[in-house]
């Protein structure tokens, strides 16, 4: 499947939709994750106050940005390890693939990173020569697969058991007949087992940086991030600057945010926490470590007033709950990251004359800002999205002129009001058993959607009509 692109949304959702199956897959995962998280949340009756706590914490780190990043790095360099700066994401990718490079590298393992896919990481080892082998279980499927991920947390989502069967016996060594997940997971482990071994470098993604410290933290389920980055001789670890904290006692009261948010689990199954290369005395781990920070506009997000979305901890929970993802899916945002906080991060990490589609489909039902964990404010933040667009002249001429005519009659009542009995009068012609299937001027969105039809009145009409006499309402 092709990469699609922010700027073909529309495009992009049409295609979503014609897809059959691709809703029920999509619900059936959402669904269930909203159900574990809501459960989560039950049973744990501090949820509200730790969200407070975690907005605080990040507030506080992002507010002391350019501090905590002086101190991690002088803490990391203390542990061994090398740190590298990128101010964009093909200068990060650049600077992995320059140490693949130097170590001649022909096999390199990955534990599931978004950032490495928001820098363009995947696609620069598949133009070399050197192997991608994608150890998380899903990002295993997709690579299989030939897919990019749909969702931040669930990348395979997309896929059914169905496909994950049929990718399996078609690529793997000693596939299983058996169709339980299992036995399919145990397919993947054999196939992965000896890969994890021959790699010459492992590249891992953090969940936070400490920066007291300079250690840097892996959350998973699986424990392929810990087969991933301990017996490659180099171990590359990639991280936006947002994952910063400044300490352990704050990693952890975001770490009980994160993982109930995201699968509704009480913690995972592995929490890792990596101190640069292994000492003299250590049994295994590499014997040298990378750590490239990553800006790829970030810091411009803090000077465009956008600074709460550096808050996010990348739960997925928005997406969970959002009524356009889960009848589109994640690709058809045409970004790494899709869903209500893709919506966000995209214009600034691509630019928003290509990405400022995904902010107006958006419904505003606020969903998202109810269960973030770190409390962002996705519906203002699109809105302010959406207002840079129309100040930008970005939307198209016919929807601008639309809204200048609204904006016109709305300063004027009487002809408001003659507009509104008109437009009523003229939909009610093509409605028919209270519905309308078909609207002139409004054909794109009565293809995809019927109409109620309107009553025979406008509001203002029948509100006159209600309204008592004022001699009647004295008495
Ligand atoms: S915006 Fe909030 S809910 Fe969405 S991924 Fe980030 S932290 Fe999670």
Redesign the pocket.
Known sequence: MQASKPEHFNLNVKKALAQPDLKGIIRRTTDKADAKRAEAVVNFPEFEKARLQGQKIKDHTIKHMAHYLAEFEKNASAQGAIVHWASTGEEASRIVMDICKQHNAKKVTRSKSMLGEEIGLTHSLDNSDIERIETDLAEHIIQLAGDPPSH?VWPAMHRSREDVIKLFRQFHKDPTSSEEIIDLVDSARRDLRTKFLAADIGISGANFLLADSGSTCTVTNEGNAELTTTPPKVHIITAGIEKLVPSMAHAVPLLRLLTR?ATGAEITQYITFHNGPKRINDADGPEECHIVLVDNGRTKMLADDMKEML?????????NHCVVYKHIGGHAYGSVYP???GSVLTPHLNSLEVANKQTHACTMNGR?EE????N?P?PKLLRSLRAQSWEKKFEPLTNRLFVKIFAQLAKRPKLFQFTSSCSVLFMRVFSKNGWIRFLPLAAGWTKNRDLIAPNSQTFMQQYKKHQKPKSNRSA
């Open positions: 931040i948010s808050r996010c901890i990348r739960c997925g929970a928005c997406m869903g209500p906080m998202c269960v973030c964990p770190v962002i996705l």
